[in-house]
Structure formats: C-alpha cells, structure tokens
C-alpha cells in the first residue's frame, strides 16, 4: 500500500487556513509538490464544489478533496491536513479539521486509499487524527505504515 | 440482481466510501446486490434500481427525471442513516 504510507512529504500537522479554499489548495499542494496531480487540480475541485456543494464532506469532520482523473491527476497520490482551526464549507454547517486529499486515475484503483478513509470515519478517529501531534502516531493510530 | 449505483460530484471518491457502507449494510441485511459508483454526469442513463446520493445532489436530480427510487444522505458513510433509508425501498421491492 505505498499510496498510503504518511510521511513528511504528504502530511502537515496543524495548518492555518484562512478558509475551506485555502484549506483545499494547502492539502493539494502537498500533491503537487509530490508530482501526483498538476496545478490545475485544486481549481477542478473547488469548481466542482462551487457547483455541486461540498460533496466532499463525507462525514463530519473530515473532508477527502479529489476531482476526476482527467482534471489533472497524474499518479495515485494522497496527502493529510490537520487544521489549527476548523474551517466551514458552503451549505454545510459541520466544521472541517482533517483534510485528506487524494488523486486517482481511474474509478477504482485507489481503492486502498478509499477503504483507509472509511476505516477512519467507521473506527471513530477523525477527532484523534485532528489533535494528532505527530506523523509518528498518526502512522500508528491508523496503520499507514503496514 | 438488485443494481444500486451510488452518485457524487467526482464520481470516485465520496461515492466509492458511500459504496463501501451501502455494501456493509447490505450485508447486515442479508440482501444480495451489484453497488457501483460513478460521477452525477454519467448517473442520468443508469439502468440501477436505486440511487443512492448525498443531500447536496438532490436539486441536480430532480432535474433528471428519473424513474429510480432515490435516496440522499447527510452523511455519506453512515451505515446507521443509510439502513434506515435504504430498508423500506428494500421491503417495497420484495428484496426483505
């Protein structure tokens, strides 16, 4: 599951966000920066949004910014944010601490990513992960490094 | 076989997790069936017996006019929401 392992390069712990824009580009830019998507990404995502609603708050707290392969995703990647202060979406009113970003090329081979993501929310840990205060014991509260 | 497709903006993020549940729950239920994912764009010629959505979709679809039985979530990998919306379609469809 190299897609999956949570090092320096894809996670930033306690982030400053001015608000859910801000939020979405600082955890795609981790993407970027690791040549998994092109700096277009992030705009497809908040378009996305702008037009369909924050469907990527999938339960409270978290939210998995992603857009279709063909809005600049180069290679599986995924990044994780944790935010300083929690940040609101439009038309949603639960705030947003955990940001994992992902890129995919296809409907369903970043299926481990996915599972890891509903892991999360079923195991109950998203509150963990956002006061989290290392990538040491983020990696052991939810096995990234297995 | 019961078809259910699961719909989101992307089409393989949040709808790939909801699908994760929905086959959970499934499961609970005892109920066979094929669950797919795909993006609101390709769902308007889904041949699926139920579609299954967030919240925020349901604007979007009411424009589709569409013969499915539809079903949107608040949460979209709340097991707990989604058996409590998905049963009675299931025991309208003889399928519990």
Known sequence: MKEIKFTKENVRLNVQADDWKDAIHQGVALLEHNGFVTD??????????????????????IAIPHARPEDGAIDIGVSLITLKQSISFPNMETPVRVLISFA???NDQHLNIIKLIVK??????????????????????????? | MLQILVVCGAGLG??????????????????EAKVDHSDIA????????????????????????????LIFLERLVDKEE???KLTPVLQEKGEL
Not at chain 1, 40 to 61: C, L, M, Q, T, W
Not at chain 1, 120 to 146: F, M
């Open chain 1, 120 to 146: 999360i929310i079923e195991d109950g840990l998203i509150q963990k992960i956002a006061d989290i205060s290392s990538i040491q014991k983020l990696n052991d509260l939810i096995g990234g490094d297995e």
């Open chain 2, 82 to 84: 989604i058996k409590e």
């Open chain 1, 40 to 61: 277009k990404y992030a705009f497809h995502i908040i378009r996305n949004i702008d037009e369909y609603g924050p469907y990527i708050v999938i339960s409270p707290g």
């Open chain 1, 104 to 106: 995919a090329q296809d």
């Open chain 2, 42 to 69: 390709s769902a308007a010629g889904t041949s699926a017996d139920i579609i299954i959505s967030g919240k925020n979709f349901e604007e979007q679809f009411s424009r589709y006019d569409l013969s499915q039985d």
């Open chain 2, 14 to 31: 949040s709808s790939f997790a909801c699908q994760m549940s929905v086959e959970s729950v499934l499961k609970d239920l005892n109920v």
